[in-house]
């Protein structure tokens, strides 16, 4: 399956080349040795992808939402670790481009679109995660600077990135807790420790780490926009961008488990026939088609009203949602059609199938996807 209509482009295309010449024939070596891309990371800036969504001002590719989201799909194709590396980047951008001084856009987002300054989001911590205000990072205004103090945990970028959109506590007795929340741009240096790196099931190779902040100084000027009180609402207005790719990294991996599978239902033959001739094998293609198919389409929604810049809250999440839940279906039916030679890592269905669970717990757990969804259309059809 591969995108056509009105959502191909050129930038599709040549991402599309890329993977298939480059990510795949090296995507599960370096996988399973769970080493850093360096050279793959490499290309990836030369082809523009850490500006991909940076307006052209700033030196980036200025990409709408929709494009980005079939980039996202190709690069998830080959290999989802690859989209890891720019989704945190990425979204620490947009809170920059949407949310930041002219000043800070002037300052960060040039070297972000070049990639000369790698970003990443620490938000989540060991006691807070899907419930952001539970936090304990703070934040305290001593003169020109703020005095951070507490950890970071499962931070994508954390070894490689060099900047990063950081969630703290400004106000740690406000009530509720999210108005006194405040993001800044936090930059390594003294009192900034990158600490153990997280071992992980599957989406191996990207750096995750545990982030540590002992008596760190960040520059007021780096403050998101300049006041207080405002980060939950700006890191918030981030996940949409998080949830877009995150949604499309579904569609990228059931994709390649989908296709990987067709192809071998029509070249293996049981009791003297190919599998795709079995009628149990023939429903499970289906299905698995027309859930991917429905996903995209899910993706592009969203994406598209992104684009026209109405908030998509509901429609991003009812497509991370569908999209990561047909991962997850997708790839556990692929390694059933591969049999005993899908659970091996002879082939990447073992690998696709070990990326797909973090998709439903990433960017807010489909459990809060539910919620997100149903509170949406409450408001959406008042009595």
Known sequence: MTIE????SAVVQEI?????????????????????????????????????????????????????????????????????????????????????????????????????????????ESDAGTDVQAIRTTAVRNGDHYTVNGAK????????????????????TANPPHRGMSLFIAEKGDGFEVGRKIDKLGYRGLDTHELIFRDHAIPADNLVGGK?????????GGLEVGRLNVAARGVGVARAAFEASIRYAQQRHTFGKPIAEHQAIQIKLA???????????????????????????????????????TCMEVTQEALR???????????????????????????????????????GLVQRYPI
């Not at 002879?346 to 969804?373: K, M």
């Open 16 to 124: 599309r080349r890329f993977v298939d010449r480059e990510v795949v024939p090296v995507a599960s070596e370096l996988e399973h040795a769970d080493i850093y891309p360096e050279a793959l990371v490499g290309r990836m800036r030369d082809m523009g992808l850490f500006g991909a969504i940076i307006p052209e001002e700033y030196g980036g590719a200025g990409l709408d939402f929709t494009t980005y989201a079939l980039v996202i799909e190709e690069i998830a194709r080959g290999w989802m670790s690859l989209t890891g590396v720019i989704n945190s980047h990425l979204m620490m951008a947009y809170n920059v481009m949407t949310y930041g001084t002219a000043d800070q856009k002037r300052r960060l987002l040039p070297d972000m679109a070049s990639g000369a300054r790698r970003g990443g989001l620490a938000l989540t």
């Open 5 to 8: 209509g009105p959502g191909e």
């Open 153 to 172: 945990m499962y931070i994508s970028n954390g070894r490689y990135g060099d900047s990063f959109a950081l969630l703290a506590k400004t106000d740690p």
């Open 287 to 325: 299905d698995m088609a027309t859930k991917i198919e429905a996903s995209r389409l899910l993706v592009l929604h969203a994406a598209r009203k992104k684009d026209r810049g109405e908030r998509c809250d509901l429609e991003a999440g009812m497509a991370k949602l569908f999209a990561t839940e």
């Open 228 to 236: 207080e009180g405002e980060g939950f609402k700006q890191v918030m």
């Open 337 to 375: 059609i591969h049999g005993g030679i899908g659970y091996t890592t002879d082939l990447p269905i073992e690998r696709y199938y070990r990326d797909a669970p973090l998709l439903v717990v990433g960017e807010g757990t489909n459990e809060i996807q539910r919620q997100v969804i149903a509170r």
